[in-house]
């Protein structure tokens, strides 16, 4: 009964501590279904489509949402501002999307998915901007579907092999949403290494993954993960251009340079202060995408009044 009580209050201060400065809470604790839908291979998936121009299709995080990741921060509205097609996806396991509860129904599959909206709109290529496990997806597309993509930005996340540290935080992770136990292996995970947080952070944040989440489905898809490892080869090989952002207190930062040393056209750009978590919303990081997909975009359309 402790427990519980101390969970609820942490969440109470999270979320008027921490997220009351963003002004609004609905994309925390729910966000309307403004989207469409499509079936890919079975799976309804939910998906945002607005503006012109060249398209940019948006992935989310691990146990995000496009509201969390994308609209929130501004990314959205800000690619719709500058002239592109911002189309935000609710990745299967995730938001609005489908849930489904086999292993065999994530890793590359989710990959294919965004083939699949593409094809689903009539669109042969487009940039492709993940974050964190929206990065993995992107950085799997170069290797199966490299052909379908202008550009590549990758926040969060670099080339990440399943051993060591990560494949104990994964296994971490599976072993504890096996069990009823949540997400703190991977909170914990992903917190700047000098900035250690207590109980109260903890609970408020897996109390919140979990609100948004169904922690079976979400169990499956960290079980089909490995499946996302790229193929060093197939990354040597690409000639997509990949912006790779990551914040200088996320953990993660030295995959960055593990993928600078693959990709031809790789550029590493360090967002100060912020971490894994504040990435998205952090100064310059939405500014530092727009240079680069403008950089890349080969549409004469001129940016929207």
Same mark, same amino acid.
């Given at each position: ?27 925390? !604790? ?51 501002? *500058? ?35 593409? #094809?689903? !709109? ?24 490299? *052909? ?65 989440? #169904? ?22 090989? +690409? ?17 960055? #340079? ?26 310059? +990081? ?12 080969? #549409? ?6």
């Amino acid at each position: 009964m402790l427990r519980k009580r101390r969970t609820y209050i942490a969440l109470a201060v999270f979320l008027l501590v921490g997220y009351s400065a963003q002004g609004n809470l609905s994309g925390y !604790l729910g966000y309307e279904d403004e989207g469409e839908y499509f079936f890919a291979d079975g799976v309804k998936l939910h998906y945002l489509d607005e503006g012109a121009g060249e398209p940019v299709i948006l992935l989310h995080g691990y146990g995000m949402n496009m509201e969390i990741t994308w609209r929130q921060p501004g990314a959205f509205d800000a690619l719709v501002g *500058d002239g592109f097609r911002a189309i935000a996806l609710d990745m299967r396991g995730h938001g609005y999307s489908a849930k489904p509860y086999a292993e065999e129904r994530y890793g590359t599959e989710m990959v294919e998915d965004v083939v699949r909206l593409m #094809d689903h !709109l009539g669109i042969e290529k487009a940039h492709i901007a993940g974050n964190s496990l929206g990065a993995l997806v992107g950085i799997k597309m170069l290797e199966l579907h490299p *052909d379908r993509m202008r550009s590549l930005i990758a926040c969060g996340m670099g080339y990440m092999r399943y051993e060591g540290e990560a494949k104990q935080a994964a296994e971490n992770l599976t072993a504890s949403l096996a069990r009823g136990g949540g997400f703190e292996p991977l909170i914990r995970y992903l917190q700047p290494p000098d900035e250690p947080i207590g109980w109260m952070e903890v609970s408020a944040g897996d109390a919140l993954v979990r609100m948004w989440n #169904d922690e079976h489905a979400l169990l499956e898809m960290t079980r089909a993960m490995p499946q996302l490892e790229p193929d060093p080869a197939a990354l040597r090989r +690409t000639d997509v251009p990949v912006l790779n952002l990551i914040g200088a207190k996320d953990p993660l930062i030295e995959n960055v #340079d593990k993928l600078g040393a693959l990709v031809p056209d790789h550029q590493k750009v360090v967002i100060e202060g912020a971490s894994h978590f504040t990435l998205i919303g952090s100064p310059g +990081t939405i500014d530092t995408m727009l240079e680069f997909l403008e950089a890349h975009r080969t #549409d004469a359309l001129p940016p929207m009044a």
